[in-house]
């Protein structure tokens, strides 16, 4: 079983499940030709897809085309449905940082045919993780930097404030779809510059003042 950890403590937190918010962000939205969404697109990735900081990606054989999203991930620490503001504020234990690896080639055909995603965002390694800091060490303004560099080229870099859904919100919409319990994931979407990656490319992303990751792809 697959676990959070969180930075200074011996503590591990099993990992329930990863709900995952697709173009939460305009140009993104933009640069893959969809519309900016009314409400959260939302789709699940399972436990068994993540890996930490300084593992590595595997290209899976049926694709030739693996993207990177990097995301604010939220860790949700009580169980909630159908949740007012307040209490999807309070539901939200900590923060991280995640990678949505995305099979692109894979994910258009699917689209084409009106097929789910699933078989583009699920496979093994597609989920990165950083270690998690609780919310009651950082505080979240939303004025934070996200960015991504490969082989340290500058490819993904915007403020979280420029979310179409700001996390309490996300926590909202997704409680009313669905019961959150502790230890849920949420990627909260990527911003514009999303890009193929190559075998042996290594990664780095960070949140500004937050937490950062490390990995490579084989």
């Known amino acids: 079983m697959k676990s959070i950890r969180i930075r200074n403590s011996s503590k591990e937190i099993p990992i329930g499940k990863i709900v995952c918010v697709g173009r939460n962000y305009a140009e993104h939205a933009k640069e893959l030709g969809n519309e900016i969404p009314e409400k959260p697109v939302i789709f699940l990735k399972p436990a068994s897809s993540v890996i930490y900081s300084g593992d590595k990606i595997v290209y899976p054989a049926f694709s030739n085309e693996m993207h990177h999203e990097t995301e604010l991930v939220l860790l949700i620490g009580k169980k909630i449905k159908d949740a007012d503001e307040k209490i999807s504020e309070v539901a939200i234990a900590g923060y991280g940082l995640g990678l949505d690896m995305t099979l692109r080639d894979v994910q258009n ?102 937490t950062y990751l490390d990995c490579s792809v084989s």
């Open 109 to 210: 055909e699917l689209k084409k045919k009106g097929h789910p995603w699933t078989i583009a965002k699920c496979f093994d390694t597609s989920a990165v993780l950083s270690d998690f800091v609780l919310k009651e060490n950082f505080h979240l303004t939303l004025d934070e930097e996200i960015s991504l560099t490969v082989n340290g080229e500058l490819r993904q870099k915007e403020k979280l404030n420029m979310m179409l859904f700001p996390p309490i919100k996300i926590v909202q919409y997704i409680s009313s779809l669905m019961t959150l319990e502790e230890g849920d994931l949420i990627f909260t979407g990527t911003p514009k510059g999303v890009s193929k990656v190559e075998r042996g490319d290594k990664l780095h992303a960070e949140i500004s003042g937050m």
